[in-house]
């Protein structure tokens, strides 16, 4: 299935966790943070939400800035 | 003790740095320790998964640094509001820097969304810290939305121009009642020493750092400017005489009797 | 907080002695100074300043003409009533003289604004004690109604009100209102208020604030002179004007210099200043507040009105009667204070024009503003 990571479509497995899918992208949750569909998703959640075909997902962190 | 204090919480260094356009992180730590910061600002962007980067955070001690996250990239004020949110939610204090820049060109703030964003920020209990153009009038209004500084750019951000907003400055400084951080466009530590001179509470700087040969000398540069700057202010300046006019007197009356 | 929060910060007897240690050279710091700080202004009304009089009046008068050209702004006062329940030690409104009382009718009201009208007015000043009960935000509301369509502007100097009153009064058509502390001294201000509500000091203080709230387009500060230290008085009100114009920035400030007179009950004022300290006190109030407007009442006499023209004033009353209902009848007994220039508004104007100066009787008008549109 897919979803929206990041503005453009990336195949998933099924029923994948926000968490299992930022360990499978070597991202470490403490230094990332997540919107799913538009929502803000507390840390201690990310293992709670499962993934669906089409859903959007921001994952931003912080960079160099003014 | 000479304190910088912004929204109750007191500040030993009036200098803020941006972490922005550094050639690599230790130039930035350079800069930063160079410039006994005890803020400075970060932004928001995607992770990108094709091209893996060493996390800023890494290298900035929260035990150290307050770090002030920014919005920039944010056109109107529901992607400001947006960002400060992620900001928040990542684990920064609800420290924000307030910023809406729909011109791409020179990157100048836009007013109205600005203060759209303030109110809405404010009352979810944020810190706010906005950037804006050198208007008075703006100032007030953000104040009274609840800000906690006014941040006035002295020129377009990474012009390196310096003060050539002063007169505007001036006045936001004289009528403020928050604290007002003169940001962007200053280009060298005179510039920085100026603003202070004028009676600024603090400056932030970024491209003169990222963009010096030696990041953490520019640092200390900085640092010594903005406390030359603010000694000078509160040492009292001498001040700029109007030449003497010839005029009539105006108080002969009073020896009249 | 408010500004009663910032005054708290001072010690007066501290003020005052760090304002009898300036120097010369701290004078000449704050001639030179384009924004005045606290230490500039306590220079300038120190006895050092004495000797700079005719630089602080040349730097009044520059500044003066720069934000307002050669303009002087004329007003009437019109008295309402002389009822009052305060017990002000200096005032001959006070409950404790024995003169007669009266409250004009809005008929009386508005025979004595229609002789201002003609004599060119446009900007009125409505004045009453404070009686509760016998005079109330209702009764100022109906006299400002029915002179409005006379008067491009009209202020109120009369008992402190509440915010909501405040915002009646602008429903009204009321622009400005004048409220003087008296003395910013509590303990003086507790000794010369000895009844009546006016003893509350704090609730008078922060009246400004309240007027500002309510959308009031002018606020006028001032305080006896010749009650307290004129120094620090002049010190706490400049501060005041200072955190009225930051806080409240749509408002347009005024300053007045009212100085006792001989008043019924034989007040004779603790402190009384001089024509020098009048004149430093004024000059000092401009380097301070470049914009605001500075008022000079008939209290003065005709050729000292003249003198201080150039000074910094921008407005002045004229023709002034403090009876009520004076203007259509003579009856002298029962003025709050004896005038001292009694020139006609006619001579008075004839006077500035003499001096080059513009008297203006209307300098705006409340029909631009949107509420009055519909």
């Known amino acids: 299935m897919d979803i929206i990571f990041n503005g453009t479509s990336r195949a998933i497995p099924h029923s994948i966790t926000i968490q299992e899918l930022l360990d499978q992208l070597h991202l470490d949750c403490r230094q990332v943070v997540v919107e799913h569909n538009r929502s803000i998703v507390a840390r201690q959640r990310l293992a709670d939400i499962v993934l669906d075909h089409g859903d959007t997902l921001e994952v931003i962190h912080f960079v160099g800035g003014g | 003790m000479d304190e910088l204090i912004i929204a109750g919480r007191s500040f030993t260094s009036r200098l803020m740095v941006g972490t922005g356009k550094f050639a690599s992180n230790a130039a930035m730590v350079a800069a930063m320790e160079g410039s006994g910061s005890e803020i400075v600002t970060v932004a928001l962007r995607r992770v990108d998964i094709d091209n893996p980067q060493d996390s800023l955070l890494r290298h900035i001690d929260p035990a150290r640094y307050l770090l002030l996250p920014n919005t920039s990239g944010a056109r109107d004020a529901e992607e400001a509001i947006r960002l400060a949110r992620l900001a928040r939610a990542a684990g920064c204090e609800p420290w924000v820097k307030l910023e809406v820049t729909p011109d791409p060109y020179y990157l100048l703030p836009d007013p109205i969304e600005t203060l759209k964003a303030a109110e809405v920020l404010v009352k979810e209990g944020f810190i706010v810290l906005p950037y804006i153009n050198a208007d008075p009038v703006l100032a007030k209004h953000l104040q009274e939305a609840g800000t906690a500084t006014v941040m006035p750019l002295g020129a377009p951000i990474g012009t390196n121009k310096g003060l050539r907003t002063r007169d505007n400055i001036a006045i936001i400084i004289e009528q403020a009642i928050v604290p007002v951080v003169v940001d962007a466009g200053l280009g060298a530590p005179s510039h920085a020493a100026e603003a202070m001179e004028m009676g600024a509470d603090a400056v932030l700087v970024n491209t003169a750092l990222a963009v010096a040969r030696n990041p953490g000398a520019m640092g200390v540069a900085f640092r010594k400017g903005v406390e030359a700057g603010r000694e000078a202010y509160l040492a009292g300046l001498g001040k700029q005489q109007d030449k003497a006019e010839a005029s009539s007197p105006l108080t002969g009356f009073l020896h009249d009797k | ?374």
């Not at chain 3, 702004?73 to 002000?88: T, V």
């Not at chain 3, 500035?352 to 300098?363: A, E, H, I, M, T």
């Open chain 3, 1 to 374: 907080m408010t500004f009663y929060d910032v005054i708290q910060r001072y010690d007066p007897q501290q003020v005052l002695a760090e304002i009898e240690a300036m120097g010369p050279d701290d004078v000449q710091r704050a001639l030179a100074a384009e924004q005045l700080d606290n230490r500039d202004l306590m220079a300038l009304l120190s006895p050092a300043a004495e000797n700079f009089l005719e630089e602080m009046a040349q730097r009044a008068h520059a500044i003066t003409l720069r934000r307002f050209g050669r303009t002087i702004l004329l007003y009437a006062p019109i008295y309402l009533s002389n009822e009052c329940h305060n017990g002000c030690l200096y005032c001959g409104f006070s409950v404790h003289n024995k003169v007669p009382r009266r409250t004009l009718t809005l008929d009386e009201i508005e025979r004595d604004a229609r002789i201002l009208h003609s004599k060119g007015f446009r900007h009125i000043l409505l004045l009453t004690g404070e009686a509760p009960g016998l005079i109330g935000n209702d009764f100022i509301a109906a006299a400002a109604q029915r002179i409005r369509p006379l008067f491009s502007s009209i202020g109120i100097e009369v008992y402190p009100m509440e915010t909501d009153g405040y915002r009646a009064m602008v429903e009204a058509g009321i622009d400005a209102l004048t409220i003087y502390q008296e003395t910013y001294d509590p303990a003086l201000y507790a000794h010369l208020h000895p009844s009546g509500r006016k003893r509350d000091y704090r609730f008078r203080l922060e009246t400004p604030e309240r007027g500002g709230a309510a959308g009031l387009r002018r606020i006028g500060l001032g305080f006896l002179l010749g009650l307290g230290n004129f120094r620090t008085e002049a010190f706490f009100a400049g501060l005041h004007g200072r955190y009225l114009a930051h806080h409240y920035w749509r408002t347009l400030l005024t300053v007045s210099f009212p100085r006792l007179r001989p008043a019924e009950g034989g007040f004779q004022p603790p402190n009384p200043v001089n024509d020098r300290q009048f004149v430093q006190l004024m000059c000092a109030m401009r380097l301070l507040l470049h914009d605001a407007g500075l008022v000079l009442s008939t209290r003065e006499n005709a050729a000292l009105r003249d003198n201080l023209l150039p000074l910094g004033i921008t407005q002045m009353s004229a023709g002034s009667c403090t009876a009520p209902g004076g203007y259509a009848e003579q009856n002298s007994a029962i003025e709050q204070f004896t005038i001292d220039d009694d020139r006609t508004p006619a001579e008075i104007a004839e006077v500035l024009r003499s001096r080059g100066y513009d008297p203006v009787w209307k300098d705006w008008d409340r029909a631009f503003l949107s509420r009055e549109a519909g």
